[in-house]
Nanobody, 117 residues
Framework: QVQVVESGGGLVQAGGSLRLSCTVS??????????MRWYRQAPGKQRELVAA???????NYADFVKGRFTISRDNAKNTVSLQMNSLKPEDTAVYYC?????????WGQGTQVTVSS
């Protein structure tokens, strides 16, 4: 079965950086053709898309993270990463990794990111 596991969250001061990692297991040879996304959800708010990277390696970002966050993937290791720089308190949320293959979505358990003032 497919498993999605995030790591790298933590507590940082505003202006700091974190690098989140997502490892997908059980995907066989199909990670490379999977579209990968990072979402986040803050308390009391809807889950929102942060960044995405397609199987063609095209990337896109939410406006509120452009210029600060970078998504990348390593197909040899079945991982996708989110480098987060210049973090702001409003970035505080649980960050989720999403794998999409065709019509199927797989979600991780999330990793907490807390940015203090």
């Amino acid at each position: 079965q497919v498993q999605v596991v995030e790591s790298g969250g933590g507590l940082v001061q505003a202006g700091g950086s974190l690098r989140l990692s997502c490892t997908v297991s059980g995907s066989g040879p199909y990670f490379r053709i999977s579209d990968m996304r990072w979402y986040r959800q803050a308390p009391g708010k809807q889950r929102e898309l942060v960044a995405a990277i397609t199987r063609e390696n095209n990337v896109n970002y939410a406006d509120f993270v452009k210029g600060r966050f970078t998504i990348s993937r390593d197909n040899a290791k079945n991982t996708v990463s989110l480098q987060m720089n210049s973090l702001k308190p409003e970035d505080t949320a649980v960050y989720y990794c999403n794998r999409r293959l065709g019509s199927d979505d797989f979600w991780g358990q999330g990793t907490q990111v807390t940015v203090s003032s």
